[in-house]
């Protein structure tokens, strides 16, 4: 009993030893390499600029400017969840690395959370930054008064957004060469479908449903109503978002310890781990 | 001149490869139109909001077809440098390119035509789409097809040669050359007007955008499509003056990039870059 004790306390200390040391790669990584520092900061802030200045071409009410500044900001995150986390371990693989995984005597879960750990933590200096380009460079509205009650919401967002770069992250297992596109293919048709740059609501009741699967969707259009109010054309109540995205956390977090399983074991089967410029 | 097409075509072949064939023709096709149908989307709700519903609006018309046509400049543009990074560093045949027979830069124009190709598949796409689903009137008379065809090819010209010069510069930078191309591929869409009227600009970034060759072409493109100038500053300058200035902008682009990209060559030749690995 003593030793089960010990055993599990151990298996305790090496998984949280796991999760510290891949976010602790992450966070370094992220500020070591300045070109993608410079990247990773710049085009967001490019791209939210030029769907600011299409609602001021097109004299939109200011309200709009600042959700596509918001919308801006949580592109950084799903840009880090599909290029760094779900097809992380495709990077991996492409480097020899992913057998190392492989041997640890450590849950993948605890890698891949200390992957989302270290992602969220360096991506959320960039998304203040765009934040705070939208607000001074543009002089878009931000009701800073309403900011910490939307705190709660945006966190939960994180959590249910990087539960599901696990799941991804699993299915990126296996890929090769066809990763690279499928994360392309992830992107804009995302931007469209979460509403990154206009309420969700103008997607209608069934679109904006299906839309609400990927943690983003409801996580913008809840902070955008909490932030604007009436303004924001919200597509459900926060109150029923905030129960959602708890569920969702939940739910992808058991999906992504199970997808993981089974992929490793396909590919172990497959003899796909290993295979490099697939 | 034999071998020089011989070698654009094989470097076409190549592209075509690397481009396709990771996926059948069904998820290639989706993977060709996603984007475009996705900013066309994204615009269109835009408008619809801001607009209260009527989305048959002159506005999102002329965003359409910028937004449409700029595809070309993201995908031949940053398509013909990327070639380089990925040949060096992830499948390191570059160096096998310089030891054959062939030179590097009709190659190069072959990857190009090949990126040129995938990026019509969602041109013509957006269009349709645009025209049959979302109403936008697109005048397609013998002599408008005419027009829209010798235009779009002038400015596919100027195009691709400017990534003829990013892929200079990819010889001569390490990975770091991604992120400038891509980020250059960003501030044209936003400096040349691609989905709002250049006018919303400050008249520092208006003045920037005017040396821009692809300014000039998307105001003509609009006009030959939608029959309408768009952009307020460029409203007094009729069709043939700017056909005038897309023509030696685009003259000069291809003179630029052509020597551009012969010294960025003979320095990293000289420098040993070649099969320089700097990714990881």
């Given amino acids: 009993m003593s030793g089960d004790r010990q055993d599990f306390g151990e298996r305790v200390r090496m998984n949280l030893g796991a999760v510290t040391a891949r976010a602790s790669v992450r966070i370094v990584a992220a500020f070591r390499e300045r070109s993608w520092l410079l990247g990773e900061t710049l085009f967001p802030i490019l791209s939210m600029a030029t769907f600011v200045l299409v609602y001021r071409g097109l004299g939109a009410p200011r309200a709009f400017e600042s959700f596509a500044v918001l919308g801006g900001a949580m592109i950084a995150y799903w840009n880090n969840v599909l290029w760094s986390m779900a097809s992380q371990f495709f990077w991996e693989k492409e480097q020899g690395q992913l057998q190392l995984y492989l041997i640890t005597p450590v849950s993948r879960m605890s890698i891949l959370l200390g992957m989302a750990l270290g992602g969220m933590l360096a991506t959320t200096t960039r998304a203040i930054v765009i934040l705070l380009a939208g607000i001074f460079l543009f002089h878009v509205p931000f009701p800073w008064e309403r900011a910490p009650g939307a705190l709660g919401l945006f966190l939960l967002t994180l959590g249910a957004l990087y539960g599901l770069g696990m799941i991804l992250s699993s299915v990126f297992f296996l890929w090769g060469r066809e990763a690279w596109n499928t994360v392309t293919l992830f992107q804009e048709p995302v931007y469209l479908l979460s509403g990154f740059y206009f309420p ?37 109540p926060v109150v029923w978002i905030v129960p959602i ?25 497959e003899g796909r781990l290993t295979i490099r410029g697939g | 001149m034999r071998r020089t097409w011989e070698t654009i075509r094989a470097g076409a072949w190549i ?62 543009l940053i398509g013909i440098s990327w070639a380089v990074f990925r040949d060096r560093e992830d499948y390191e045949t570059l160096k096998y390119i310089y030891v054959a027979p062939i030179r590097f830069l009709p190659y190069l124009l072959g990857r190009g035509l090949t990126k040129i190709g995938t990026a019509s598949i969602g041109v013509v796409f957006a269009l349709a789409f645009g025209g049959l689903v979302l109403g936008v009137p697109i005048r397609h008379d013998v002599v408008t097809l005419a027009r829209l065809l010798g235009v779009t090819l002038l400015g596919l010209i100027g195009v691709a040669w400017l990534g003829v010069a990013l892929a200079g510069i990819s010889l001569v930078v390490a990975r770091h050359s991604i992120n400038l191309n891509e980020g250059l591929g960003g501030v044209f869409y936003l400096l040349c007007g691609a989905v709002f009227p250049l006018d919303v600009l400050p008249a520092w970034a208006q003045r920037i955008s005017l040396l821009l060759p692809f300014t000039y072409w998307l105001e003509l493109l609009r006009r030959i499509v939608t029959g309408k100038p768009y952009s307020g500053i460029l409203r007094g300058t009729d069709d043939g003056s700017l056909l005038l200035i897309l023509a030696a902008t685009t003259a000069a682009t291809v003179v630029g990039g052509y020597f551009w990209f012969a010294w960025c060559e003979r320095t990293a030749r000289a420098k040993g870059l070649i099969d320089w690995k700097s990714n990881y």
């Fill in chain 1, 200 to 236: 969700v609501s103008a997607l209608g009741t069934v679109a904006a449903s299906v839309a609400g699967f990927i943690p983003i969707t409801l996580g913008l259009d809840g902070i955008r109503q909490i932030l604007f109010g009436e303004a924001a054309k919200g597509f459900i």
């Fill in chain 2, 15 to 76: 592209g075509w490869q690397v481009e396709a064939n990771w996926a059948d023709p069904f998820l290639f096709a989706a993977f060709a139109i996603a984007k475009p149908l996705a900013t066309t989307l994204i615009l269109f709700l835009m408008t619809k909001l801001v607009s209260g519903g009527a989305v048959g609006a002159e506005a999102f018309h002329q965003l359409f077809i910028g937004n449409t046509f700029f595809l070309y400049v993201t995908e031949v």
């Fill in chain 1, 245 to 269: 995205q708890a569920a969702l956390l939940i739910l992808y977090l058991l999906l992504a310890h199970r997808a993981l399983l089974v992929m490793e074991n396909l590919g172990k089967r």
